[in-house]
C-alpha cells in the first residue's frame, strides 16, 4: 500500500532494509516500511517467522545486522526516546502495588505530581482497576497483572508501544474484553503502537493496519489498510472476508 493513498497521515517511524541474522541464520531479511502517527499497526506471520526477534530489533534489544530504523527522523535510542514493550508475560514489580507499579514510569521521567495523579487516574479507570489500587501482584489474576503493564505502558505516553503478544496465555471472553480496553487507551493516548500476533482474529478487530510477514527468512509479503469501522463485529461480512485474506496470505508459503 502507498503511503500516498493515506492522506494527512505523517509518518514517524522508517524501518529501512531491516536484517538480522545470527550467524548463518538469517531471520529478517530486507524488511522496509513506514508507520504512521498514533496508528496501531498489526504485524502477522506464520509460526516462528520471527515475529519476536523482529520487535527486539525494533528496540535495539538485538543488534541489527544491515538496515537502520528511524523514530522522528533519529535513529533508535532507548535512554533518549520514550519507547515502551509490553511482553508476552506480565512484567510487574511485586513489591509494588497496582497503581505504584502504574506510576513508576512516570515518576522515571520526574513528571509533576499533578499531572502524574491525573493520567494514573486516567488509566486506571480505562481498565477497571481503580478498587484494587493497593493491591499487590501477587494478589491479582494473569488478567488483571497484563492490565496493570498495559496501563504503565500507556500512561507515559510513549512515542511508539511495541506489544509481543500480552494476551496469549488468557482466554477468548478474557482477550476481547482488554482488546476493548486496550482500544480506548490507544484513542486516548494517542500513540504509535506495533503489536505482533499470531492471531489473525484479533489484528482484523484492533488493527488500523496489518504488516503480513513470509516465513523465515522473512520479508513483507503484504500491507493491508483496515478501515473497517469500529466497534467491530466479528460476525460482519466484511470482517470475515478481511480475516480470510489475511489468513490466505500467510497460508500461501505452504504452497510454494
Keep these: 500500500m502507498d503511503n500516498d493513498k493515506i492522506p494527512n497521515r505523517e509518518v514517524l517511524v522508517n524501518v529501512k532494509h531491516l536484517t538480522k541474522c545470527f550467524g548463518d541464520l538469517k531471520v529478517l531479511d530486507d524488511i522496509s516500511f513506514d508507520v504512521f502517527k498514533n496508528e496501531f499497526l498489526y504485524v502477522v506471520?506464520?509460526?516462528?517467522?520471527?515475529?519476536?526477534?523482529?520487535?527486539?530489533?525494533?528496540?535495539?534489544?538485538?543488534?541489527?545486522?544491515?538496515?537502520?530504523?528511524?523514530v522522528d527522523g533519529k535513529a533508535v535510542d532507548l535512554k533518549k526516546q520514550n519507547i515502551s514493550y509490553v511482553f508476552q508475560e506480565a512484567s510487574t514489580m511485586p513489591w509494588l502495588t497496582v497503581e505504584e507499579n502504574?506510576?513508576?514510569?512516570?515518576?522515571?521521567?520526574?513528571?509533576?505530581?499533578?499531572?502524574?495523579?491525573?493520567?494514573?487516574?486516567?488509566v486506571l479507570k480505562i481498565v477497571n482497576l481503580q478498587k484494587f489500587r493497593s493491591y499487590y501482584p501477587a494478589q491479582l489474576s494473569i488478567s488483571m497483572l497484563q492490565r496493570v503493564v498495559i496501563a504503565r505502558a500507556f500512561v507515559t505516553q510513549p512515542t511508539l508501544l511495541l506489544m509481543d503478544e500480552p494476551y496469549s496465555q488468557l482466554d477468548i471472553e478474557l482477550r476481547y474484553m482488554l482488546e476493548d480496553e486496550l482500544i480506548e487507551l490507544w484513542k486516548r493516548i494517542k500513540t504509535i503502537v506495533i503489536f505482533i500476533t499470531h492471531n489473525i482474529e484479533e489484528a482484523v478487530y484492533l488493527g488500523e493496519r496489518i504488516l503480513v510477514l513470509t516465513n523465515k527468512p522473512s520479508k513483507v509479503k503484504a500491507e493491508i489498510n483496515n478501515d473497517i469501522a469500529r466497534p467491530r463485529n466479528i460476525a460482519d461480512e466484511d470482517f470475515v472476508a478481511l480475516r480470510d485474506q489475511v489468513t490466505d496470505l500467510i497460508r500461501w508459503w505452504w504452497c510454494e
Design 45 to 70: 506471520g506464520p509460526t516462528g517467522c520471527g515475529k519476536t526477534t523482529f520487535l527486539n530489533s525494533l528496540t535495539k534489544l538485538y543488534d541489527i545486522t544491515e538496515g537502520e530504523i528511524l
Design 102 to 122: 502504574i506510576r513508576f514510569g512516570l515518576e522515571l521521567r520526574r513528571v509533576p505530581k499533578n499531572i502524574a495523579d491525573e493520567r494514573v487516574e486516567d
